[in-house]
């Protein structure tokens, strides 16, 4: 009878640590893909599942609609203080997992001589494990190489996010300056000096101090010449779509309509003024400014589309600039979401009012937000990398 009994508590007790086994794998699969999107995560969590065995062979887990998620698989907020994890409507980086076996749900229930035996209800086991997305902090999204003065501002509600960290030149205590309710949440903040502890607080990441700060790793790459001689105008009347094929321009001003540019490299002479509805696409085009040429986008209007991929020392950039500073302005609600990185050491980049960025990285000389806009840097600079931090994600429970 010992002997019997033994046994039936080893077949619960291995039965409990499968589900808890098999919640740790789901919950660090799901959390190490937050930042690639819910698909990935999903993929991801259902594999890590399969690969585990419960007893009606391997687990499965239920994972509801939304970014939120729901049933044994949710997303949100983790709370390092209180270890508390929350549910958000929005998901999360941390991921909770359930795993169940029960003679109701699809796992089973652990089979038991002694239920049969003795006609007793089947044996429940539930195990939950939560983990948290551990950002890269090797690599870099932005470099803002201003060498003095303030190369981050932000201000009213504006937000700063990126894949991965974020590297200012400056050494001044004012290198990042971020008040009222904005904020920057990214894996980490660089700078050579001290970080003011107001700004601190409003950086949802790590902060490295008093660190080197790389140079511009393109410094030494020539730029093509523009032959200004060569420019034509864009004949664009502000409907419909106008195609321009790769070569130099004048410059571009618009109100509305959409102006696509073909595959292939295009020099502007002066800048790129677009207000109204006007919408700048780039089809696999990679844009080259003047010395201080500028990009100004107003009220509606908007640049879209995929940087070119074969340009020179310039692949998958969507505009490169040196020389002259310049100042770019993005304001009232316009959009710019391109599929590239961007290039322009001396350019100052203020973004505001409801304005939208996205990109994959950039390297700019300086960094404007107020009101409500917004920076999105979904890629790295492959030339500031750091030594690999191993792992994606944590067990936190």
């Not at 794998?25 to 995560?41: F, I, K, P, S, T």
């Not at 601190?200 to 001689?229: L, R």
């Not at 100052?348 to 304005?355: H, L, N, P, R, Y």
């Not at 996205?358 to 009101?371: D, F, G, K, P, Y």
């Amino acid at each position: 009878m010992l002997a019997w009994l033994g046994v039936e508590i080893g077949i619960v007790v291995r039965s409990a640590n499968g589900a808890k086994s098999a919640a740790d794998a789901v919950a660090l699969a799901a959390a190490a893909r937050y930042a690639d999107g819910h698909d990935a995560v999903r993929v991801d969590a259902f594999a890590a599942a399969g690969a585990n065995s419960g007893p009606n062979g391997p687990i499965s887990v239920l994972i509801a609609e939304g970014p939120a998620g729901g049933g044994d698989v949710e997303f949100g907020t983790w709370d390092e203080d209180s270890r508390t994890f929350s549910s958000n409507t929005n998901g999360g980086p941390a991921a909770r997992v359930t795993i169940r076996f029960a003679a109701d749900h699809p796992n089973g229930a652990p089979s038991l001589i002694f239920n049969g035996f003795f006609k007793a209800l089947p044996v429940a086991l539930e195990r939950t494990s939560i983990a948290v997305y551990n950002p890269p902090r090797h690599i870099t999204s932005l470099l803002a190489v201003a060498d003095s003065g303030t190369g981050i501002d932000m201000e009213g509600s504006a937000r700063m996010t990126a894949r991965g960290g974020v590297t200012v030149a400056s050494a001044s205590q004012l290198a990042v300056r971020v008040v009222g309710g904005a904020r920057i949440e990214v894996p980490i903040v660089r700078v050579p000096g001290t970080m003011d502890e107001t700004s601190a607080t409003h950086i949802d990441g790590a902060i490295k101090n008093q660190t080197d700060i790389p140079d511009d790793p393109f410094a030494s790459i020539a730029m093509p010449v523009i032959v200004a001689g060569l420019a034509e105008a864009i004949d664009h009347d502000g409907m419909g779509f106008t195609h321009v094929p790769p070569g130099v321009h004048l410059g571009l001003v618009a109100a509305g309509g959409n102006i696509v540019l073909d595959p292939g490299e295009h020099q502007f002479v002066a800048g790129i003024s677009l207000s109204g509805t006007a919408v700048l696409e780039l089809n696999a085009a990679t844009i080259e400014l003047a010395d201080g040429a500028a990009i100004n986008l107003s009220e509606n209007s908007s640049v879209v589309g995929t940087a070119g991929s074969a340009w020179r020392a310039w692949p998958g950039h969507w505009i490169v600039q040196r020389g002259t500073p310049a100042d770019w302005h993005i304001s009232d609600t316009a959009v710019l979401s391109v599929d590239g990185h961007c290039y322009a050491p001396n350019s100052k980049v203020t973004i505001s009012d409801g304005a939208m960025v996205s990109m994959r990285s950039a390297i700019v000389n300086s960094i404007t937000e107020s009101s409500v806009a917004k920076l999105h840097l979904g890629g790295e600079i492959d030339a500031l990398r750091e030594p690999v931090v191993p792992g994606r994600a944590r067990l936190v429970k």
